[in-house]
């Protein structure tokens, strides 16, 4: 960058009105300080199908055939000329590992000096977005196609962002129907060390089982945040929905990852067991241990102490967590989608060197759009897929 945009930069962020600008105006003002035509940010709606713009008045655009669709699928630059003369720089708007959308810049020409700049609006936009998307109704209203049953607005108020990860391990997640999920969840969770995740499944498919659910993940992160090891944590979530909602049950599965070995540990209660993906293959029963009981009934009902499981992860393992719902839901053929459908569309994608929240995205849509396919009951998954810290990614 010149010292001109430098300072123009500069004197934007520096001016105490720049933290409370609207977005459209703080996307304008950022493009002009950085010496850009104009920009345009798209978000991604909720089931990630189309990019809204937010900041001008211009068409949605599909995320399955489109060139913004392309950057946001595979997280890269693209360029092409714009309608009016000049480029357009399609560029990701990532939190972290999170997609959020897409920036569209506009510019004279494609010069490495264009180029850096479009990528320093898209990076400081992301963190704007971020900040304000938690209280800024206008951003929710804007990438929702439905109207949102309460059961599933409360359960989303819970939720933490649909993908997180660092150059060595990324976890992600996708949950349907996404207006009217009634007591599934998911949770995942970063330290410097570790990895935690957790899917839960509370029965019912109603605003009660939504209630179930978010007391499990309130109660799951109290124990997480002080510390707490596997069993302890489930032994808190026992005693919440003992106390809180005595009549109420759920299934979950809670790993725990250390980051610099790749030794997974993980529970289940009452749920299906994971998946291993290694090599490009599924590794029969890799995860597959006797259940214990669902998590709220009564402790009677379990013979022995909830048990912690082990297992050595070996680097570009991917492990996927799900609820029945996904693989019960059923397929254009009539039959259920199963297990094996399941892991070898996972396999597939792999192969094809798809980025695990794509590898998702695509998947949930495979379920929904076949003709005459249907879910049953929520379908929530969640991967994750580990490389050790000495790796090259």
Not at 61 to 89: C, F, H, I, K, N
Not at 142 to 147: H, I, P, S
Not at 237 to 261: E, I, M, N
Not at 307 to 312: C, G, L, Q, S, V
Request: glycine share 8%; net charge negative.
């Amino acid at each position: 960058m010149t010292s001109e945009t430098d300072g123009g930069l500069e004197e934007f962020l520096a001016r105490p009105d720049s933290p409370g600008l609207d977005l459209s105006t703080a996307v304008a003002r950022c493009s002009t300080a950085l010496g850009l035509q104009h920009s345009v940010v798209y978000l991604a709606d909720l089931q990630q199908r189309r990019l809204i713009p937010l900041t001008d008045v211009a068409p949605a655009l599909p995320v399955d055939d489109s060139l913004a669709g392309w950057t946001y699928r595979t997280q890269s630059l693209r360029v092409e000329e714009s309608g009016t003369g000049g480029m357009t720089l399609w560029l990701p708007l990532l939190d972290g590992a999170e997609r959020l959308g897409v920036l569209a810049v506009h510019a004279p020409s494609l010069t490495p000096a264009s180029l850096r700049r479009g990528r320093a609006l898209a990076a400081l936009l992301a963190m704007m977005i971020t900040s304000k998307r938690a209280y800024k109704d206008s951003f929710v209203r804007r990438t929702r196609t439905e109207r949102m049953r309460l059961p599933a607005e409360m359960l989303r108020a819970f939720l933490p962002p649909r993908t997180i990860g660092t150059p060595h391990v990324v976890s992600t997640a996708v949950l349907e129907p996404a207006y009217e999920i009634g007591g599934d969840a998911f949770d995942h969770s970063l330290t410097e060390a570790s990895l935690h995740t957790t899917v839960l499944d509370a029965m019912g498919h109603d605003l009660a089982s939504g209630l179930t659910t978010a007391v499990s993940l309130a109660a799951c992160r109290n124990a997480r945040r002080t510390g707490a090891d596997l069993p302890e944590l489930m032994r808190r979530v026992d005693d919440a929905l003992s106390q809180w909602l005595p009549d109420r049950f759920c299934t979950g599965v809670f790993t725990r990852l250390d980051l610099a070995t790749g030794m997974l540990r993980w529970s289940n209660c009452g749920h299906p067991a994971p998946l291993l993906i290694r090599g490009q293959q599924l590794v029969a029963d890799a995860m597959a241990r006797e259940a214990d009981p669902p998590l709220g009934l009564p402790s009677l009902l379990a013979a022995r102490p909830r048990r912690t499981h082990e297992i050595a992860l070996e680097p570009g393992d991917r492990v996927l967590m799900y609820t029945d719902g996904v693989t019960e839901a059923r397929t254009a053929d009539g039959g259920e989608f199963g297990l094996r459908r399941f892991a070898d569309y996972v396999i597939r994608a792999t192969a094809a060197g798809e980025l695990a929240p794509e590898v998702l995205r695509r998947l949930i849509h495979s379920l929904l759009d076949t003709r005459d396919s249907r879910l049953r009951d929520d379908a929530t998954i969640l991967m994750f897929e580990w490389w050790p810290p000495t790796a090259t990614v």
